[in-house]
Nanobody, 126 residues
């Protein structure tokens, strides 16, 4: 059974760092993209980053560009999101999602991603 399992969320002070991981299992050996989304309280879920399995192409929304880095470890079937210089505006539930036979070609759209992780809370507060 295909599934995504996220880990790495938590409470961090402004200026701190967290590393989120998304472990994928049970998916067929097809090209795919992994997207990271987040949903802050009272706001819609937004796509913030993605990475392609074949080309390694990445994309970041402007608000995280230069602070967040997405990467993949094919041996471990894991995609990570390194988050540095965190600020209270980054507080949200973070989700990873899988787009089958897809590519990362801009802001990830929810309707393109058919499999979702359970979400992990990131809270940035002093």
């Amino acid at each position: 059974q295909a599934q995504l399992v996220e880990s790495g969320g938590g409470l961090v002070q402004p200026g701190g760092s967290l590393r989120l991981s998304c472990a994928a299992s049970g998916f067929p050996s097809e090209p795919y993209a992994i997207g990271w989304f987040r949903q802050a309280p009272g706001k819609e879920r937004e796509g913030i980053s993605c990475i392609s399995s074949i080309s390694g192409r990445t994309w970041y929304t402007d608000s995280v560009k230069g602070r967040f880095t997405i990467s993949r470890d094919d041996a471990k079937n894991t995609v990570s999101l390194q988050m540095d210089s965190l600020n209270p505006g980054d507080t949200a539930v973070y989700f990873c999602a899988y787009k089958w036979r897809g590519d990362c070609s801009g802001r990830p759209k929810e309707y393109d991603y058919g499999y979702w992780g359970q979400g992990t809370q990131v809270t940035v507060s002093s």
